[in-house]
């Protein structure tokens, strides 16, 4: 798609942020908190899909609840098409529903294995009281089956008897049967086999050319994602990392950790595979909930100095890129660069003369 | 594992779209294990037996000329003014007021299946909606509603009907309401605990995606999770009920005399066990005939409804 003004976007999150408390709460004490997302400013603008990646438990799919308000936000702004839905109660949400639905990961968890698939279908044409008549819901059912490519016949069938893949389309046409102005796809293909995968994709490009469709489609996978995408978000423990569009992003990632994620994405040609350098990054993803002052990746980032422990980086262009290509990075990847170099000890002060000013506030735990 | 030859495999193939195929539910399954399972086949047998034979107790009583409460001092006592054998009078012989067994028999079962099923579908609905604003709702509600279970659960419950019924005086009423106040919190427990893992399902929050409310979402979207717990949970509920019943009744606690109930009758039979064998016996073994049946019987639906068990769940 191509570059749209900032007043086309259909859904704008805007300094979200969603803490999960954990754990008993003690007299005197405050409760433990899951940073799960930590201040993302987004938006999604109408036609395009904007692809959301990062790894399991980097808070990518609390992101899309909050965005479509399955979950309350613990701070931030949600606007959808103009009106602000932050704070609407359940049933006052009711009405934007229609425009927003959701495809959910698991095609065995998000179907009930106790109804039908017609009525599984028809139940947003239920729940807004679009039915007009039983006929009428059949009708609209099996417009909405033949769409994603099942068999309108299979109406009175159970979701046992499908494959995970007729599943999956079972769940897509339950998102489209109000025809929405945005869907919200979380993980829709990750559950499935590599050659269903591809149909399931294919399927959602085409939907989106018929039915005017803009996606916020989050994956782990990021060939899935290249495949598909317009511009990507890549989120880290909470924080967004790097927005770009997909060109962009996968030619000249800016951002460390966006640069050793797309260093690991497996390569069909084992000789390009050999040649190519695989950047390990050390230790593990903190947890979110002490993340680490500052930039969240310091502890594991190759090129971590001491301004990366006491300032927390912004999102904005680096280095001569575009403004849609925005980094939260101090010091972001340049040509040249060798990712595979060893985490610098930056927790010992007196290391980095330039900027060692404040004491170390602690990277963490 | 059988190889097909390729004559058949195209014969099948050819007949495929003649045939419909017909969905076939998890209700369908389970419907059509239950109707292999011999045990259930048996059991259901000796229900519908009890129950017809409690439909018929009227027009037994006027074959045989004798009502359920009629006293037969000449006949039906001996000189001693003990009861008397079974005879062509008295096919299961007389009680201590000379009262004909068989006919009071067959209108104890009437009591019997009517407290049994109408207790049980009091506490079944109780159990469920309580159970299901627990699970759901989380928070304060559950907290208030899973304590209320356990003090109810943990309440001496004779020792309240003998209150209640001292208050209140013995009755029909009285008896299903506090058998029912006593098994509802049983079925809510386990309803509550279900609802809390079904909650965590993937198609709950797809339901609420689409704009669905708490009540949609718990009727529609989690009772149908239930129902096949619930059921085996109810069909084995009703035997204790039909016990609770006697109990009561054994201990002058349920329905009132001279009203007929089994549990009734062996109380009046314990002075005269050692006389009259069949006083005791006859009661005594239709009450086991009945709740053993429906006890089997729920195993069964259990087994059907799913056969990789969950024993472990419900008991």
Redo the contacts between chains.
Sequence with gaps: MGASQDGDALLRLRDVVKHFPVGQRRVGATADVVHAVDGVSLEVRRGETLGLVGETGCGKSTLA?CA?R?LALTSGRVVFDGHDITALS??Q??PF??EF??V???PY????????VGSIIG??LT??GLADGSAGRRRRVQEAMELVGLNPE?Y???P??FSGGQRQRI?VA?ALV?RPKLLVCDEPVSALDVSIRAQIINLLADLQRELDLTYLFISHDLSVVRQVCDRVAVMYLGKLAEVAPVADLYRRPRHPYVAALLSAVPVPDPDLSDRRQRIILAGEVPTPVHPPAGCRFHPRCPKARRRCVDQAPELVPRGGDEARHVTACHFPVEPGDDLALPHPPIDQPGQDAGDDLAPVAGGGR | MTITAPGQAAAGAAAAPTVAIQ?R??WRLAWDRLRRDPAAIASAAVIVLIVAAAVAAPAVAHAVGHGPNDQYPDVGLTTAGLPVGPSRRFLLGTDNLGRDLLVRVLYGARISLLVGVAATLLATVAGVVVGLAAGYFSGLVDLTLARFMDVVLSFPYLLFAIALVSVHGPSLAITILVIAFFSWAAIGRIVRGQTLSIRE???I?????????AA?VMF??IL??L?APVIVLATLLIPTAIVFEATLSFLGLGVAPPTATWGGMLSDSLAFYQVAWWFPLFPGLALLALTLAFNLLGDSVRDALDPAGWRTVIG
Excluded at chain 1, 109 to 116: D, M, Q
Excluded at chain 2, 205 to 213: F, I, L, P, Q
């Design positions: 609840r479509t399955l359940r049933r949400l009711r529903r229609r639905q959701m959910f990961q698991d968890g998000s179907l009930n294995p106790h109804r039908r139940d947003p729940v807004h299979h009175n069938r159970y046992a008897e769940g339950r109000l | 969905g539910g998890p399902q993937e198609y929050e797809a339901s609420w995606s689409v704009g669905s409310g949609r529609v979207e149908p999770n129902l």
